[in-house]
């Protein structure tokens, strides 16, 4: 699996933004899409959405469409998430996983199709 370290958390206010990123260790990040998750206290891991290998695909679940952006730079090895009017219920860790598909163009994209090795996270606090 392509290993991932997310980076970028910090405190935003309320209707704030955000961006997170995450860091691939190997050229092979190029032929995987990549799924954004987030788990905030005392609940599972929530699926945010994803982009495809190519970064022509994207998809987001109801909680964060309008409001987030997934983005990759297959050059810089990057995956990015910038969060827009942040809410207070967006506080929680998250998280980046490849999808185990590789050259995936499709976009049927859920947490089944992702990999486990879960990484550190970056931590978003909201005040509010």
């Known amino acids: 699996q392509v290993q991932m370290t997310e980076s970028g958390g910090g405190l935003v206010q309320a209707g704030g933004s955000l961006r997170l990123a995450c860091a691939a260790s190997e050229r092979t990040f190029t032929a995987f899409g990549m799924g954004w998750f987030r788990q905030a206290p005392g609940k599972e891991h929530e699926f945010l959405g994803a982009i495809n290998w190519s970064g022509s695909i994207t998809y987001y679940t109801d909680s964060v469409k309008g409001r987030f952006t997934i983005s990759r730079d297959n050059a810089k090895k990057m995956l990015y998430l910038q969060m827009n009017s942040v809410k207070p219920e967006d506080a929680a860790i998250y998280y980046c996983?490849?999808?185990?598909?590789?050259?995936?163009?499709?976009?049927?994209?859920?947490?089944?199709?992702?990999?486990?090795?879960w990484g550190q996270g970056t931590q978003v606090i909201v005040s509010s």
């Open positions: 996983l490849a999808d185990r598909r590789a050259y995936y163009s499709g976009s049927d994209f859920y947490p089944g199709v992702f990999g486990t090795s």
